[in-house]
């Protein structure tokens, strides 16, 4: 494990970027939110970056490396459950998200930032790193499973996908979730690792309003953004009347 600074945004300026803020949202909703973004961008019909803070309902994804063989129940299971399971673009296997959890969508122009890959998700790992920090939580990177974690049980997870330089997909922050499901998986791939939370680290529970104001503040500060706050209406407007139908209000 180590803790290690982010180099990533340090000599850079600031710019503006459009900031917004979702309740609950499904999960396939965000994701064509996003897509719808992403698409924007690389037409230009949509210059600023465009960052999405939201929770999920209950949602199992599967990324690149996804496979069902790490969900250890049955589909018959889930269905009773309400919970469904989706194979998306983003790097990365198999993982949970809920309420409780914190997610982080920046969708960003890497080339623009003159970022690498690499560099981006150490980035994404600082802010959480930052975050957990503010709450008395010290929390370590793991250069061979990216994330951060507390001993051996992670924290925080990151899956991204990138377009034409356009990254989207990114973190999530686990806060007050109910870690169970985590146990009908593999998380991300990996067999007998642990899955914490700051209300389990720290046996009280978090508001999640307090997180989300401190991760917009990292967020600013570690890759230098000017966070313009937007809603999903003007994000339409400010691409230029792109159509994004994806039932969010």
């Keep these: 494990m180590e803790r290690r600074p982010c180099p990533s945004s340090l000599g850079r300026q600031s710019q503006q970027a459009h900031y ?3 309740p609950l949202t499904d999960y396939r909703d965000a994701l064509e939110l996003q897509r719808s973004i992403v698409s924007a961008k690389n037409k230009h019909t949509l210059d600023r970056d465009v960052i999405l803070i939201l929770e999920h309902s209950a949602v199992f994804t599967l990324g690149r490396r996804g496979g069902r063989d790490n969900l250890t129940v049955s589909e018959t299971f889930l269905d009773k459950k ?8 983003r790097g990365g296997d198999i993982t949970y998200h809920g309420p409780g959890q914190l997610i982080g969508y920046p969708v960003i122009n890497l080339r623009t930032l003159n970022l690498s890959v690499t560099d981006y998700v150490s ?3 600082e802010i959480m790193l930052r975050t957990a920090a503010d709450f008395g939580v010290t929390a370590e990177r793991n250069p061979i499973n990216r994330g951060i974690w507390v001993g051996g049980s992670k924290l925080g997870s990151i899956g991204i996908c990138v377009r034409h330089g356009v990254a989207f997909h990114g973190f999530a922050f686990n806060v007050n979730l109910l870690l169970e499901p985590f146990g009908w998986i593999h998380p991300c791939g990996l067999k007998n690792v642990g899955i914490t939370s700051l209300t389990k680290a720290l046996s009280r529970t978090i508001p999640m309003r307090q997180v989300r104001q401190k991760i917009r503040h990292h967020l600013s500060a570690v890759f230098r953004f000017e966070l313009i706050p937007m809603k999903v209406a003007d994000i339409h407007d400010a691409a230029k009347k792109l159509v994004l139908e994806v039932g969010i209000k």
């Design 123 to 125: 980035g994404l790992e």
């Design 20 to 22: 917004v803020e979702l």
């Design 82 to 89: 309400g919970i469904s399971v989706v194979h998306v673009e």
